[in-house]
């Protein structure tokens, strides 16, 4: 560098040696001064992507509400009927459970799963492991209608 300046301060008029210094200063600072807008572009490509990814959560969500029939947790008295406990199956989350059968009357939890006591504990119950997930059930007597 040091022999570059030499040879523009000897032989070179003061004008191309503005000249030359502009473009060097113009050719060092160019690739910084584009760094922020590649940045930039990327930072606008995720957002893009993350606004689409919200427009697609909220169809998803609108279109569960409308599907979704009756309360969030079902009836209170839906454990009564048969057909309630034939509709369950294993693996279900807690959350379907509780849209099925309604909220329970009764929820007793040890270390590694929950039961669900409808109405109490001579009624049914359901077992939530401890992934959240519908292990087993035992319908109200009476209402035996399979499992």
């Known amino acids: 560098m040091a022999r570059v300046r030499r040879l523009l301060r000897t032989r070179v008029h003061p004008l191309l040696r503005t000249g030359a210094w502009t473009a060097c200063i113009t050719l060092a600072f160019g690739a910084v001064a584009t760094a922020p807008l590649s940045a930039e572009t990327e930072a606008g490509a995720e957002c893009n992507e993350l606004t689409s990814r919200i427009d697609e959560l909220e169809r998803e969500i609108a279109h569960l509400r409308a599907q979704s029939a009756g309360p969030l947790f ?71 209608a399979g499992r």
């Open 74 to 144: 079902g009836s209170k008295t839906a454990w009564k009927d048969p057909r309630s406990w034939v509709r369950l199956r294993r693996g279900m989350s807690r959350y379907e459970v509780m849209g099925t059968l309604g909220q329970p009357g009764r929820i007793v939890r040890y270390d590694a799963f929950e039961r669900w006591e409808y109405p109490d504990f001579l009624g049914g119950r359901v077992t939530i492991g401890e992934s959240g997930r519908l292990g087993g059930w035992r319908p109200p007597p009476g209402r035996r």
